[in-house]
């Protein structure tokens, strides 16, 4: 983990409350070139009633709009939770040089918990992920969403 981690990894955690605050489920991304915030993103799978409006996939889509170029190289994604098999495939092909997230999803994490899609040696291009950024505050927002929507009696 580089200094700077930290400090983007707050960006996604802010991205994560907004979620959180749409009664999403609060995970956030952002990905950064040159020291740059080009694209932001956060769970909108609610709002949409679209399966694919993940944090990463909406940070994916604005930074590549950014730069005007599907190949985010020279890019570093931060996420708050692990990404899923979807996520960690387009990050892949997004061509994404870093993955940092920072808490483990052991149900559906594609990058160290259940697969290492990211680091699939038979994939053209590879991201090892550094895990564990910011992980206990990630990892609370999260447990404290799905405690609120227990207690609701939401699924």
Not at 23 to 46: C, F, K, L, M, T
Request: charged share 25%; net charge negative; hydrophobic share 45%.
């Amino acid at each position: 983990m580089v200094k700077s981690d930290e400090y983007f990894m707050r960006a996604a955690l802010a991205e994560a409350r907004m979620a959180l605050e749409e009664d999403e489920v609060p995970i956030g991304a952002v990905v950064v070139h040159d020291e740059q915030i080009i694209g932001r993103g956060h769970n909108q799978r609610e709002a949409l009633n679209d399966p694919t409006a993940h944090a990463e996939m909406i940070a994916i889509t604005a930074a590549s709009s950014h730069l005007q170029s599907w190949r985010l190289e020279g890019c570093t994604l931060y996420v708050t939770l692990e990404p899923c098999v979807m996520c960690a495939g387009a990050i892949v092909q997004a061509r994404i040089e870093r993955l940092v997230f920072g808490a483990t999803d052991p149900k559906a994490g594609a990058c160290i918990s259940l697969f290492q899609l990211t680091n699939d040696q038979r994939l053209n291009h590879r991201i090892v992920p550094v895990s564990g950024a910011l992980r206990e505050e990630c990892a609370d927002l999260l447990q404290q969403f799905f405690a609120q929507q227990r207690a609701l009696g939401k699924k």
